[in-house]
């Protein structure tokens, strides 16, 4: 069966990095693309970036231009999230999230997340 | 960017009711490349509907959806205990990709 398992949360200081990690598995990992999605704690659902299912195109949301970066390693069936800079508004759950195949920009798994707390 | 209001907040209603979910869009979404999900507490969303009314699949037939342009609606026909949770609608039509604000279906 699918599974999505993120890693790689905790707590930060503002200004400092954090690298999170999304282990894929129970599907083609190279035939999808790939996206991390955010929760602020109580609040709603926030788009952060794709990366396509070879690795060669990325997009990012408003928030996250210039700060974070996307990759994956297909050898590895990972996906990974680097944030630098990070912000007190960063604080959330981030889900990475699997994209349907017939609907390239909907995501059709998500996994539990794992929760960035960026505090000082 | 493509702000999606949903309405309203919070749905009270019992088990069996029908609930009609409203998401509207400050422009057209292109292609009807909207998406709604189901999001209970401490789980992660799951996807009902995309292409404005296409069922994910497993979804059973009481969700459904429908509209186009700026106008979309879930409706869940019957609602059965386990439908009592937040649903999201989401754009892909445009970067960047955008969600609702949530409404919540709660047990009246």
């Known amino acids: 069966q699918v599974q999505l398992v993120e890693s790689g949360g905790g707590v930060v200081q503002p200004g400092r990095s954090l690298r999170l990690s999304c282990a894929a598995s129970g599907f083609t990992f190279s035939s999808h693309g790939m996206h991390w999605v955010r929760q602020a704690p109580g609040k709603g659902l926030e788009w952060v970036a794709v990366i396509s299912n070879d690795g060669s195109r990325k997009y990012y949301g408003d928030s996250a231009k210039g700060r974070f970066t996307i990759s994956r390693d297909n050898s590895k069936n990972m996906v990974y999230l680097q944030m630098n800079s990070l912000r007190a508004e960063d604080t959330a759950v981030y889900h990475c999230a699997k994209e349907t195949i017939a609907a390239a920009g909907t995501f059709d798994f998500w996994g539990q997340g794992t929760l960035v707390t960026v505090s000082s | 960017e493509i702000v999606l209001t949903q309405s309203p907040g919070t749905l009270s209603l019992s088990p069996g009711e029908r609930a009609t979910l409203s998401c509207r869009a400050s422009q057209s979404v292109s292609s009807r490349n909207l998406a709604w999900y189901q999001q209970k507490p401490g789980q992660a969303p799951w996807l009902l509907i995309y292409?404005?009314?296409s069922r994910a699949t497993g979804i059973p037939d009481r969700f459904s959806g429908s509209g186009s342009g700026t106008d979309f609606t879930l409706t869940i026909s019957r609602l059965e205990p386990e439908d009592f949770a937040v649903y999201y609608c989401?754009?892909?039509?445009?970067?960047?990709?955008?969600f609702g604000g949530g409404t919540k279906v709660e047990i009246k």
């Open positions: 292409g404005a009314s």
């Open positions: 989401q754009q892909y039509g445009s970067a960047p990709l955008t």
